[in-house]
């Protein structure tokens, strides 16, 4: 089964977004990750801010990459929860971690973070809603 029609017949909550919306939002976002990750990882390279800094920041991009596999091709709603459960985890910690040392990279970053509050909410229902 097509990734696309397997998620259609999932059941969702009456406030998911329709699909078209990801594509947009991610692109927004992932500007804004790539600004501001680039830049944390570039200041810990040089020696601008301390090399455990980044590491939050790594971890969030290996579970940011790892959802849509788990999700899309696996097709695997519980995995998929627990990798969003860790995407959050690690962006928190992340915006903490660089907030004493950059605040506009925890400042710009709210909007991803609001996003993944959202997708976390999302997968956690659809994954319930689909046991």
Do not use: C, E
């Not at 570039?42 to 990459?65: D, E, M, S």
């Not at 928190?92 to 991803?112: C, D, F, Q």
């Amino acid at each position: 089964m097509n990734t696309s029609l397997w998620y259609q017949t999932l059941k969702k909550p009456i406030w998911a977004p329709p699909a078209y919306l990801f594509g947009p939002v991610w692109t927004v976002l992932y500007a804004i990750i790539a600004i501001s990750f680039g830049t944390v990882f570039y200041k810990a390279a040089t020696k601008q801010i301390p090399t455990a800094v980044v590491i939050p920041f790594v971890l969030n991009l290996i579970f940011n990459a790892a959802f849509t596999p788990l999700q899309f091709t696996l097709q695997n709603n519980l995995l998929a929860a627990i990798d969003i459960l860790l995407v959050l985890a690690t962006l928190v910690w992340a915006l903490v971690a660089i907030y004493p040392h950059m605040r506009w990279a925890t400042y710009i970053n709210i909007p991803y973070l609001l996003w993944v509050i959202f997708a976390t909410a999302l997968q956690l229902t659809i994954t319930w809603m689909n046991r």
